[in-house]
T-cell receptor
Framework: DGGITQSPKYLFRKEGQNVTLSCEQNLNHDAMYWYRQDPGQGLRLIYYSQIVNDFQKGDIAEGYSVSREKKESFPLTVTSAQKNPTAFYLC???????????????FGPGTRLTVL | AQSVTQPDIHITVSEGASLELRCNYS??????LFWYVQSPGQGLQLLLKYFSGDTLVQGIKGFEAEFKRSQSSFNLRKPSVHWSDAAEYFCAVESSNDYKLSFGAGTTVTVRA
């Protein structure tokens, strides 16, 4: 089955520690995305990558970093510089090649990060 | 920049009753619009999408949405709600420049017996 996996499902971190969230897809999609979800605020874009070895900041990139060394993987690191990291993090992917009825973002199951 | 407004934070509906969720968007060009559903603690699942053509779009789970350009709206409807429809619903618009999605804040639907 093709899809997106995120691990772990729950993650606890002490203040001052960096933590990396995993996102893997086997859909052969070129584009991948990281979102943060807080109650009552919908989803906000952290980083996105349209192609391997390239990525761009989204709306709330401060305190986060990413890498895109492989097409199927887009890990997100939450650094100690992120002031309020407790949230639900969602990864998504999409075929590249413009807009058409075939292109939509597919989402993973999410990782809930709690800072203790 | 594009934006989406979902005016209703929370809607309660009786099982078997009809449901309508409102979505208004702001976007300069032809919008590409989506409705996603999220169960608690889960990822998002696509219900339906509008790219062009017929303004009434059919989706999964018996949902439909109507695109009205004059009103900048893309409201989601279901004629008869089931208890399993209790979830959070998100409307989104995609930018034609970089294919980024902008989401509304979401509407939580509660279904009462």
């Amino acid at each position: 089955d093709g899809g997106i996996t995120q691990s772990p499902k729950y993650l606890f971190r002490k203040e001052g520690q960096n933590v990396t969230l995993s996102c893997e897809q086997n859909l052969n999609h070129d584009a991948m995305y990281w979102y943060r979800q807080d109650p009552g605020q919908g989803l906000r874009l952290i980083y996105y990558s349209q192609i391997v070895n390239d990525f761009q900041k989204g709306d709330i990139a401060e305190g986060y970093s990413v890498s895109r060394e492989k097409k199927e993987s887009f890990p997100l690191t939450v650094t100690s510089a992120q002031k309020n990291p407790t949230a639900f993090y969602l990864c998504a992917s999409r075929e590249a090649g413009g807009q058409s009825s075939y292109n939509e973002q597919f989402f993973g199951p999410g990782t809930r990060l709690t800072v203790l | 920049a594009q934006s989406v407004t979902q005016p209703d934070i929370h809607i309660t509906v009786s099982e078997g009753a009809s449901l309508e969720l409102r979505c208004n968007y702001s976007y300069g060009a032809t919008p590409y619009l989506f409705w996603y559903v999220q169960s608690p603690g889960q990822g998002l699942q696509l219900l339906l999408k509008y790219f062009s053509g017929d303004t009434l779009v059919q989706g999964i789970k018996g949902f439909e949405a109507e695109f009205k350009r004059s009103q900048s709206s893309f409201n989601l409807r279901k004629p008869s709600v089931h208890w399993s429809d209790a979830a959070e619903y998100f409307c989104a618009v995609e930018s034609s420049n970089d294919y980024k999605l902008s989401f509304g804040a979401g509407t939580t639907v509660t279904v009462r017996a």
